[in-house]
């Protein structure tokens, strides 16, 4: 079973719709992140927590929100999704090491047209 | 703003050829380095961590030039299931911030 996972894993929406994309985590990791991906500009961080009561926006949070519901579970919201936001989202969490050591585990990615 | 650039590819190799890929960063207080691997329309996955004093895993070689805010991956004797993208990744973290930033990635294929 996947470690975390996402739904959906494809969204078709229409401008103006407010949708909410879900992430579920069982490797009881205390951080977690929501990044785009574009082709052409790589990888962009939205929103990340590194607890439950702790919520940071990233390089490109604009247009969207984040709810970290419990340690596990970790939600991105379009309040009123736009053309420009049809992307690829990945969900990630990430255990801390020593000596600034961290791997990201990232969820299966959710493919989201906004027409 | 370009913080990390990774070479554009994609780079078309013969199997058992060695190919290497480079990597530099802007913010020279980057802290930790990570090369990942993506394959195509699947998520990223980590390679391997880079040390400031290199380190290899198998086939795979990582460099790390803090001097010139440059990062390498070697490949060694590529394989046909080598071909994928590959991210280069830069850690930032201090008080009140914390920047992991990904380069655009390098495809690789691997060629018959």
């Known amino acids: 079973d996947a470690d975390v996972t996402q739904t959906p894993r494809n969204r078709i929406t229409k401008t103006g719709k407010r949708i909410m994309l879900e992430c579920s985590q069982t490797?009881?990791?205390?951080?977690m992140y929501w990044y785009r991906q574009d082709p052409g500009l790589g990888l962009r961080l939205i929103y990340y927590?590194?607890?439950?009561?702790?919520?940071n926006k990233g390089e490109i949070s604009d247009g969207y929100s984040v709810s970290r519901q419990a340690q596990a579970k970790f939600s991105l919201s379009l309040e009123s999704a736009i053309p420009n936001q049809t992307a690829l989202y990945f969900c990630?969490?990430?255990?801390?090491?020593?000596?600034?050591?961290?791997?990201?585990?990232f969820g299966p990615g959710t493919r989201l047209l906004v027409l | 703003r370009k913080e990390v650039e990774q070479d554009p590819g994609p780079f078309n190799v013969p199997e058992g050829a060695t190919v290497a890929f480079n990597c530099t960063y802007s913010?020279?207080?980057?802290?930790?380095f990570f090369w990942y691997r993506q394959d195509c329309r699947k998520e990223p996955k980590l390679l391997m961590s880079?040390?400031?004093s290199g380190n290899e895993d198998g086939r795979f070689t990582a460099q790390l030039n803090r001097a010139s805010q440059y990062i390498s991956l070697l490949i060694r004797d590529s394989k046909l299931s080598d071909s994928a993208t590959y991210l280069c990744?830069?850690?930032?973290?201090?008080?009140?911030?914390?920047?992991?930033?990904f380069g655009k990635g390098t495809k690789l294929s691997v060629i018959p």
């Open positions: 990630a969490t990430s255990d801390l090491l020593g000596g600034g050591k961290e791997t990201q585990y």
């Open positions: 490797k009881g990791h205390d951080r």
């Open positions: 927590s590194f607890d439950v009561k702790d919520i």
């Open positions: 913010n020279s207080a980057s802290q930790s």
């Open positions: 880079v040390y400031s």
């Open positions: 990744v830069v850690k930032y973290s201090g008080a009140g911030s914390y920047q992991l930033t």
